[in-house]
């Protein structure tokens, strides 16, 4: 464990700019990395922006919050990024072909010791590994949204991953302040096995006209005392990516019972894609914390 200095970071997006974070403050050296400077200096203010978040309220002093920014460098070049990365961690959009690419690069710049993570919400860690000449080093090392204040680390576990690994990874996630479970390697692990087919499902319920979406959200918030409801949840999780993970489950099972609603398809396919277009079942207005419905669902358009 003590070994592991260096981490590199793919994807500078919601996930990737919070992993960052909490690396950066537990006194990692960070590198993180995308393929467009802009997405990075937009990750940077993100940061620095969450990070102020957390002065404010007391939770870290204005001197932590420096020291972790300057721990965080940023990179365009894969083979600068990682060359001296004893942790990558893949954060990169939900894409199999895309992610199998990413991991052959790695397995081509990092050094033999390197351990290759991926935070895939659902993809197999055993595929993944399998383009690589170290599936034994390949895991998965799952976060959530928003990572700073999100316990849980769901590390997966691929079919040839090795038990140190397992360790080393595990003990890491603890020293991030973060609660590691281990699962296997099946389509969706724990999470995404239990919370995708929920919000599917409510998906389903306001395209059967069961019920509307304050109604829907309400009773999972008041009833059940979640945080948010589903189908603001999947707002905030991104309609594509909660697609893409029903998706991953009805092929990996082979069963009708994951099929994804024709209605979040729909709505992915006309790029309504939640808080990150600024609309999904709610309308998002920049600076604002209201929670509106969405008009195409409120009866006025
Ligand atoms: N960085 C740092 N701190 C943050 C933050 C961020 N990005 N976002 C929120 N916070 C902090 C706030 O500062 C606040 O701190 P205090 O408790 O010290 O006051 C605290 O978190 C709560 O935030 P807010 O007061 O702004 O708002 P809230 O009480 O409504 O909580 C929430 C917001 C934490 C997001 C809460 O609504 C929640 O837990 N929602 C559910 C989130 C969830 O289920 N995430 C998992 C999604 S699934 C996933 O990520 C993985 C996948 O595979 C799909």
């Given at each position: 464990?003590?070994?592991?200095k260096n981490v590199?970071v ?7 700019n919070?992993?960052c974070h909490v690396f950066a403050q537990h006194g990692f050296n960070v590198h993180m ?7 990075l200096d937009?990750a940077l203010l993100t940061i620095g922006k969450n990070m102020d978040?957390q002065v404010?309220?007391?939770?870290i002093t204005q001197t932590s919050k420096d020291e972790a920014m300057a721990h965080i460098s940023t990179f ?226």
């Open positions: 464990m003590s070994a592991i590199t793919i994807g500078s997006g919601t996930m990737g919070g992993i990395m995308d393929i467009r400077q802009e997405a937009k978040r404010s309220k007391g939770a365009t070049n894969m083979f600068d990024a990682v060359k001296d990365a004893d942790l990558v961690v893949e954060a990169a959009t939900e894409d199999i072909e895309l992610k199998i690419n990413i991991f052959k690069q790695l397995d081509e710049h990092c050094k033999p010791e390197c351990i290759l993570a991926s935070n895939t919400s659902s993809i197999s860690i055993t595929r993944i590994g399998s383009y690589t000449k170290r599936p034994g080093q390949v895991i998965g090392m799952h976060f959530f949204n928003p990572v700073p204040v999100m316990k849980l680390i769901e590390i997966i576990n691929g079919y040839g991953t090795r038990a140190e690994i397992t360790d080393i990874i595990f003990k890491l996630a603890e020293t991030l302040g973060k609660v590691p479970c281990v699962v296997n390697d099946y389509p969706g692990f724990i999470s995404n096995r239990i919370l995708m087919p929920m919000i599917n499902e409510a998906v389903l319920a306001l395209q059967e006209g069961v019920a509307g979406i304050n109604e829907i959200d309400s009773v999972m918030k008041l009833g059940m005392a979640h945080p948010m409801g589903p189908l603001q949840l999947a707002d905030f999780i991104g309609l594509d990516t909660c697609y893409s993970i029903m998706h991953v489950l009805h092929m990996g099972f082979g069963n009708q019972k994951y099929a994804p609603a024709t209605l979040l398809a729909n709505m992915v396919q006309a790029g309504y894609l939640g808080v990150k277009s600024g609309e999904g079942f709610y309308k998002y207005t920049p600076g604002s914390k209201d929670l509106v419905v969405s008009e195409r669902f409120s009866g006025k358009k």
